[in-house]
């Protein structure tokens, strides 16, 4: 069991007695086609999801509804090359690895266990002599901001489909102290840009949707923000990788997916706005890092908690959102991390702390 540094959970060492069984699990892929096509994204995530013995029925149920199924987990032994063909056989869309740094002294300092650096990237080769598509999760703090290009190159020479970049919200075990301030959000958001354009790989940001902004900014020609020094550090980092395809997307600002292997996303998804967390025991979030139960699939479905809750309604509406981000015509890209508003302000609909841009009053971007 492993003990990262940044988790949003506290770890358990044995499975709640009331988690949802495997036929409630099925219920709720019913649940989640009721909403229609296209259907939403399942991702089945921890802890190690792989501690279910029956996820691979579970997996299989949803992909026989038609619902596209990718699977998050750490660098554990669970991750067999049994267990990694049993999840293709069930139809399996993607796998996505934690990697938090680039060698085993940072990436084991972040998972609190020795070897599990050397486990994933064991299931990265696993998996990509499998055929199955691979992604990256790298959660952005103080600690490994300077290691990113690094990630960035183990990403690359492992083909990897998407680099998922989560900016630390402080919840859980997270500090307030783990998170790079705004000046340095803005910098690893326009270098993930720059990476993106110029190399082979995709890149999607999560908890730090101002990379939707960025996009749309430098895209049009209407940047005017200075670059910080981390920015110029960042790009010289990378100045030998290999070019890639020229990229028209990077983060969807424009409405389009960035998708190349059939997992396409809709346009200014975040917390509660095309986006929920069903917990193992059924309670339903905005998201994974928004602590803040809105209801229960034991008790309602995924559709009338997701129509008619108050927190997903207030979520849904951008228009509801105080202060600059309330203000601020790049809101129904953007909308800021719900999440870390309400982890720093107790209210999430709070303007986005570590978001530097001021909004200028301009046409609404939708």
Known sequence: MLACKHCRAKAMRKRH?????????????????????????AVFTGGDPL?????????????????RAAIAFSGTELATAERLEKLMDAGISRIAISLDGSS??????????????????????????????RQINT????????????IARIGIENEIALWDVFF???????????????????DILNWLYDLSKRTPLNVKSSAATHLRRVEYMRDNGIYDIQHGELYFRLLDAVKDFP????????????GRSMARDGI????GITDGRGMFFISHVGEVYPSGFLPLIAGNVRESTLKEIYLNSRI?????????????????????????????????TGDYLASEPDCIYQPRGGEEVR
């Open 139 to 150: 959660t952005v703090t103080k600690f490994n901001i300077e290691d990113l290009p690094n």
């Open 17 to 41: 007695p009331d988690e949802l069984t495997t036929d409630e699990a099925f219920g709720v892929v019913e649940q989640i086609a009721e909403f229609g096509k296209p259907y939403p994204l």
């Open 243 to 254: 070019a890639g395809e020229k990229k028209d997307i990077v983060a969807g600002a424009h």
């Open 312 to 344: 997903f309604v207030e979520l849904k509406n951008p228009d509801n959102l105080k202060g600059k981000c309330g203000r601020c015509e790049y809101r129904y890209i953007c909308g800021g991390s719900r999440a870390r508003a309400y982890a720093m």
């Open 168 to 186: 630390v919200v402080p919840t859980g075990r997270a500090k307030r102290e783990f998170m790079p301030d705004a000046g340095e959000f803005e």
């Open 264 to 267: 396409s996303r809709m346009m």
């Open 104 to 133: 085993a002294r940072i990436h084991d300092h972040f998972r609190g266990i020795t070897g599990t650096f050397e486990t994933s990237l064991g299931i990265l080769e696993m998996a990509r002599e499998m055929g199955i598509s």
């Open 51 to 67: 501690m279910r013995d029956d996820i691979f029925d579970i997996v299989e149920y949803a992909t026989s509804k038609g619902i």
